[in-house]
């Protein structure tokens, strides 16, 4: 029992707002000595989890050319880009990726697709720039609304489109803990073609929130152009 203190100095780190990275590996480190292994054995826990997981930090390769790709005017190119697109709000191109982004995960491009290599550097200012075009300068409220909704693409459209691809490990794993607890010969295909109408059901429900979003953002500003305006007219 007293190898799940390393659970307590979860709770106590997060409680008092330290940084998440040291206080899990605090926790880790509390953990495994409080288990009784060494101090080698566990850096070496470390090292192989770091290494069995490398795909998940893969992200951290992109951040650069990223960064040094929007010092020299990505965001720029991808404003002008939407500006050619006249008749493309923000609403209609959010859900035009969220479209891409379920058709790019259903077949296995789920790393193609992502907030570091697509939403913050093209999506979010693709959106902002087909709202600015319509409205003029947005302001801060609106903009971090823009950007939910950006985000809200990505996650949506990976979380109901991988399930379609048959080697994602979420299939495969529910296909095996089935087949070793019940007994039964459940395939992988199985589950992703049950996946479809999901996944469908999912890009109508929230294609239709981010087609609302343009009617959102013309309320939200239309009624920010009047106010400043009435509130001259009476002073004068």
């Known amino acids: 029992m007293i190898v799940l203190l390393g659970v307590l ?27 009784g292994l060494s101090p080698g054995k566990v850096l070496a826990a470390f090292g192989e989890g770091f290494a069995g997981s490398r795909a998940v930090t893969i992200f951290a390769i992109t951040l650069p050319v990223i960064g040094l790709l929007e010092r020299y ?3 720029e190119q991808a404003r002008n880009l939407i500006a050619r697109f006249g008749r493309l709000t923000t609403g209609r191109f959010l ?17 193609v697709f992502g907030h570091a290599q697509t939403v913050r550097p093209l999506a979010v200012p ?14 801060d409220r609106t903009r971090e609304k823009v950007r939910s909704f950006s985000a809200s ?10 399930d379609v691809f048959l080697a994602v490990g979420s299939i495969l794993l529910i296909t095996s803990f089935v087949n070793t607890t019940y007994g039964t010969h ?16 999912a890009f109508v429900v929230h294609g239709w929130r981010l087609l609302r979003l343009d009617r ?3 309320r939200e500003l239309l009624t920010a152009d009047v106010q ?4 001259v007219e009476a002073a004068q």
């Open 95 to 111: 859900a035009l990726y969220l479209g891409l982004r379920q058709i790019g995960a259903a077949v296995g491009l789920t790393n």
């Open 228 to 231: 400043p305006s009435a509130a």
């Open 153 to 162: 693409a990505d996650n949506i459209g990976l979380f109901f489109g991988e």
């Open 186 to 201: 459940l395939e992988p295909l199985h589950l992703a073609l049950w996946a479809i109408p999901t996944a469908v059901c």
């Open 216 to 218: 959102q953002l013309e």
């Open 73 to 75: 005017g990505l965001q």
């Open 126 to 139: 693709m959106a902002e720039g087909a709202a600015e075009r319509k409205y003029g300068a947005l302001p």
């Open 9 to 35: 100095v979860v709770v106590l780190g997060f409680a008092t707002k330290r940084n998440p990275l040291l206080v899990v590996g605090v926790a880790g480190i509390a953990t495994g000595l409080l288990g």
